[in-house]
């Protein structure tokens, strides 16, 4: 570990970055791990952080973890790496609310250019837990319902704006992002990412079903990213992306605090199904 990044509000570590030293023998397997990893931690239910990190995960729900001093912080700390060490490999990772500003800072670099290999533990997924639903049938009709409903609010929000020329937000990021790669891991016990499942799962399914241009309209939007930006507010959501790399636990949870924690992912005996998802 070569530096601890400190949040400015409560002064708790958030993230470290480390630097690998590699062996003195050359291993084939050093050969391809990354010279740096800057990682961050979730929520810590500590009297010292709990204040500040709720308020983080509130910003988060709202879409607004962007306008947070701690995603600044951590922003800063990737572009001063990347720029100290050009063309170094580097690596984000991050745990629940750590993930999310993983996610928001690998997004972020994507915009300039650089693509890190980003592996997501739990990442948020800000909507209803659809997921959760048992009966296969009522659940896909809900998807149905959600993405008719994205669809036709994004469409009449890109016809009110097109009077000023400016391009939907949404497509243009997903036209950005579409090169990205993150590594997502998911569990169906943790309903704050388990939508991850079905958000990409839908959309292959819809497009078998001949409806490919309804769910790519819903796939670059969100019902509240789009009521943020009819009440005039800035929202970034950081769950909607074009592609990623899903890796599922399948495994028994035997409840949420195990199916949201990341000493899940650590276990030997783990059962993961693993998905390819690429978008634009």
């Given at each position: 570990?070569?530096?601890?990044?400190?949040?400015?509000?409560?002064?708790?570590?958030?993230?470290?970055?480390?630097?690998?030293?590699?062996?003195?023998?050359?291993?084939?397997?050093?050969?391809?791990?990354?010279?740096?990893?800057?990682?961050?931690?979730?929520?810590?239910?500590?009297?010292?952080?709990?204040?500040?990190?709720?308020?983080?995960?509130?910003?988060?729900?709202?879409?607004?973890?962007?306008?947070?001093?701690?995603?600044?912080?951590?922003?800063?700390?990737?572009?001063?790496?990347?720029?100290?060490?050009?063309?170094?490999?580097?690596?984000?990772?991050?745990?629940?609310?750590?993930?999310?500003?993983?996610?928001?800072?690998?997004?972020?670099?994507?915009?300039k250019?650089?693509?890190?290999?980003?592996?997501?533990?739990?990442p948020?997924?800000?909507a209803?837990?659809?997921?959760?639903?048992?009966?296969?049938?009522?659940?896909?009709g809900?998807?149905?319902?959600?993405?008719?409903?994205?669809?036709?609010l994004a469409?009449?929000?890109k016809?009110?704006?097109?009077?000023?020329?400016?391009?939907s937000?949404a497509?243009?990021?997903?036209?950005?992002?579409?090169?990205?790669t993150?590594?997502?891991?998911?569990?169906?016990?943790?309903?704050?990412?388990?939508e991850?499942?079905?958000?990409f799962?839908?959309?292959?399914?819809?497009e078998?079903?001949?409806?490919?241009?309804?769910?790519?309209?819903?796939?670059?939007?969100?019902?509240?990213?789009?009521?943020?930006?009819?009440?005039?507010?800035?929202?970034?959501p950081?769950?909607?992306?074009?592609?990623a790399?899903?890796?599922?636990?399948?495994?028994?949870?035997?409840?949420?605090?195990?199916?949201?924690?990341?000493?899940?992912?650590?276990?030997?005996?783990?059962?993961?199904?693993?998905?390819?998802?690429?978008?634009?």
């Amino acid at each position: 570990m070569i530096r601890k990044l400190v949040d400015d509000v409560d002064l708790s570590i958030f993230g470290a970055i480390f630097e690998f030293n590699p062996p003195s023998s050359k291993e084939a397997s050093a050969q391809d791990a990354p010279r740096f990893v800057i990682a961050f931690r979730g929520t810590i239910t500590e009297k010292e952080t709990i204040s500040r990190d709720l308020s983080l995960d509130l910003h988060l729900v709202q879409n607004g973890l962007h306008k947070t001093s701690r995603f600044a912080i951590a922003m800063q700390a990737v572009q001063n790496v990347a720029s100290a060490f050009p063309g170094s490999l580097i690596w984000l990772a991050g745990h629940s609310l750590g993930a999310g500003t993983a996610i928001l800072t690998g997004r972020n670099m994507v915009k300039k250019g650089a693509f890190l290999d980003s592996f997501l533990f739990n990442p948020p997924f800000v909507a209803a837990p659809i997921e959760g639903i048992r009966d296969e049938r009522v659940k896909h009709g809900f998807r149905i319902a959600r993405s008719v409903i994205t669809a036709g609010l994004a469409i009449a929000m890109k016809a009110k704006t097109e009077g000023n020329n400016q391009r939907s937000v949404a497509e243009e990021s997903f036209n950005i992002l579409s090169s990205w790669t993150p590594y997502l891991f998911v569990n169906p016990g943790d309903h704050v990412c388990s939508e991850y499942i079905g958000y990409f799962q839908h959309r292959r399914n819809m497009e078998d079903l001949g409806a490919g241009f309804i769910e790519k309209l819903a796939t670059q939007n969100s019902i509240g990213d789009l009521f943020y930006k009819a009440l005039g507010w800035e929202s970034e959501p950081l769950h909607l992306l074009p592609s990623a790399d899903l890796i599922v636990n399948v495994s028994p949870s035997p409840d949420f605090k195990y199916a949201h924690g990341i000493s899940q992912w650590w276990q030997p005996d783990l059962n993961l199904q693993c998905n390819k998802y690429r978008y634009s």
